[in-house]
């Protein structure tokens, strides 16, 4: 148990819909990435916040945004899902920004688009 | 364009044997470079980092080796055990820019 809770694990939504994922950090960590998995892609980087703050941006499309609240935890916003959203989505916490420390990652959350 | 690159997709490797994962990368400025397993249905987990400043780092049965003048860098398992059957991603940062960027993954099967 990597200490970081992600929620809900499985989502089966419609072309059109916006969905929200939500992540829970490890405790005392400041810092949020949140990461897509494609088939056949490897993690892509979509967004990090630390403390409250966007830190930097990846290929996160348009459509979708998100936020770290007071309480550190982050949300993902999906909007006018596409079929090639579907994917997994991984958000990872760690103390730092960076400072060289890994990233503890959740277990994902399983989008699909129908 | 891919910054982190594990051309293999696929590795299999007899138990007992030494696996080896590669991974190459183009952006100069990384300076810190990590490996990370991945078993089904389950989010990646660390393994092993090495910073730049070094070209070999062992963790156990791991050691993560680092060419800088290749910008390549290698995984070593020994021995391989059922276990590691997994996908390892390979990721790196650069300094001043927080996020991590991973490799596409390599999938190991450790053969009986």
């Known amino acids: 148990d990597s200490g970081v809770t992600q929620t809900p694990k499985h989502l089966i939504t419609a072309t059109g819909q916006r969905v929200t994922l939500r992540c829970s950090p490890r405790?005392?960590?400041?810092?949020v990435y949140w990461y897509q998995q494609s088939l056949d892609q490897g993690l892509q980087f979509l967004i990090q916040?630390?403390?409250?703050?966007?830190?930097a941006k990846g290929n996160i499309l348009e459509r979708f945004s998100a936020q770290q609240f007071p309480d550190l935890h982050s949300e993902l916003n999906l909007s006018s899902l596409e079929l090639g959203d579907s994917a997994l989505y991984f958000c990872?916490?760690?103390?730092?920004?960076?400072?060289?420390?890994?990233?503890?990652f959740g277990q994902g959350t399983r989008l699909t688009v129908v | 364009d891919q910054q982190v690159k594990q051309n293999s997709p696929s590795l299999s490797v007899q138990e007992g044997r030494i696996s080896i994962l590669n991974c190459d990368y183009t952006?100069?400025?990384?300076?810190?470079f990590l490996w990370y397993k991945k078993y089904p249905a389950e989010g990646p987990t660390f393994l092993i980092s090495?910073?730049?400043?070094?070209d070999k780092n062992e963790d156990g049965r791991f050691t993560v080796f680092l060419n800088k003048s290749a910008k390549h860098l290698s995984l070593h398992i020994v021995p391989s055990q059922p276990g590691d059957s997994a996908v390892y991603f390979c990721?790196?940062?650069?300094?001043?820019?927080?996020?991590?960027?991973f490799g596409k993954g390599t999938r190991l099967h450790i053969l009986p």
């Open positions: 990872a916490s760690s103390v730092e920004a960076r400072e060289n420390t890994e990233a503890f």
């Open positions: 405790s005392g960590d400041l810092s």
């Open positions: 916040y630390y403390n409250g703050e966007e830190r």
């Open positions: 952006n100069s400025m990384f300076d810190y």
């Open positions: 090495i910073s730049s400043i070094k």
């Open positions: 990721a790196a940062s650069a300094p001043r820019d927080d996020k991590i960027i």
